[in-house]
């Protein structure tokens, strides 16, 4: 492929290199199709090798249709039941590469994601694929029953064209709004985008009630428009973070409440009292410092009422405090947005596209998975089995 010469026929095109964009062209490939895949950056896979912390978490073995947002909450439920943890799990193994489950399902590489994304290259490679990195598609137009690409390594002709190109999130790995532009131009509804499993901010006095507390880490239950999650918090000097904020902040937008019980594993009330009786004449704060972090306990006091000896509490005032620590009011003021967010949420409308295969109802040939249509995925490896079962859906009949 080089600019000038006779446009190269293939018969799917893919568009971008991502978790979704491999494991399709793999498929594809497997099949017998000649396939292309195109990737803009310099290489492929750059999320794959930054995910989990460079272990990639790269399935979960809980993942059902409840792991998932978008406006249709049935549509994934096709592509996850036809291509499973277990058929990812089956892939991995026979490439020798060892994982362990860290917790509740979640699945990562003992040694490093770069072994994902040599597994994918080598399974491109053995199923024949062509991958042509630092290739941008500059325009796309119907063709003959097909696909005409104008890249800027040459004309494309592909009787089918994949749209992989992923979500906003991390624009300095080489996000785009590409997919959504493209679904556009071919009719399809694409539906508001906004960042995912991102750190929340605080501003004004509520930042300054926190920030000084930065680094401090706990367990807690984050609550939001009937959304719960129980995993770590941890205080930023930005605002807070930590998995339970992360997952919470896909279902939270500006002004919306969002409470945390600060201990999740007790009975505060209870707690308290039993304190109260064992300790009369410590101090709440000292008391508190015994259940929280001691930075934060202190916080807390001063932000909810004096400390006093134990003793010197009546049991409604206590019963009062104890409401509020397992349901502890955070106004948080944004997200930090896409440069952190490692998903977006929204994009491809699922009405425009059929759930078995992915390809468009109106538009024969055109395809789009992976994280550009509207189905994201919870923290905890859910993401990329999505990217995983779209890819393989529409990998199997392109
Ligand atoms: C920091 C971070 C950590 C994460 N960790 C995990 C994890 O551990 N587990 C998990 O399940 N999920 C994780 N995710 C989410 C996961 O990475 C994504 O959901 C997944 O990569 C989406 O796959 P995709 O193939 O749809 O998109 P991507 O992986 O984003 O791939 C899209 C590709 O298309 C290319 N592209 C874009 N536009 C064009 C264009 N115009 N032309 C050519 N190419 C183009 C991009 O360069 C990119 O290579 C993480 C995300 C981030 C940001």
Known sequence: MSPGMDALRVDVAIIGGGAAGLMCARVAGLRGRRVLLIEHAERVGKKILMSGGGRCNFTNTGTSAANFISANP??????????????????????????????????????????????????????????????????????????????????????????????????????????????????????????????????????????????????????????????????????????????????????????LNLLPDDDAFDALRAQQRAHPDAELRSVLAELLPRRLAQRLCELALPSLPMRQYRGAELRVFAAQLQAWPLVASGSEGYRTAEVTLGGVDTDALSSSTMESREVPGLYFIGEVVDVSGHLGGYNFQWAWSSAHAAGMVA
């Not at 080598?122 to 598609?137: L, N």
Request: hydrophobic share 40%; aromatic share 6%; proline share 4%.
């Open 74 to 259: 049935h549509f994934c439920k096709s592509a996850l039941a036809r291509y499973t943890p277990q058929d990812f799990i089956a892939l991995v193994d026979k490439h020798g590469i060892a994982w362990h489950e860290k917790e509740l399902g979640q699945l990562f590489c003992n040694d490093s994601s770069r072994q994902i994304v040599r597994m994918l290259l080598d399974e491109c490679a053995a199923a024949g694929v062509r991958v042509e990195t630092r290739c941008s598609v500059v325009r796309v137009q119907q063709h003959d029953r097909g696909f005409a690409l104008t890249t800027t390594l040459g004309e494309v002709r592909a009787q089918a064209l994949v749209v992989a190109s992923g979500g906003l999130s991390i624009p300095r790995m080489g996000a785009t709004g590409f997919g959504y532009a493209l679904a556009r131009q071919f009719g399809l509804a694409v539906r508001p985008t906004r960042a995912g499993l991102a750190p929340l901010t605080l501003s004004g006095t509520h930042q300054q009630n926190y920030h000084d507390l930065s680094g401090v880490a706990l367990p807690v239950e984050a609550r939001c428009n009937g959304q719960r999650f129980r995993a770590g918090l941890l205080i930023t000097h930005r605002g807070i973070s930590g998995p339970a904020i992360l997952q919470i902040s896909s279902y939270w937008q500006p002004g919306d409440d969002l409470r």
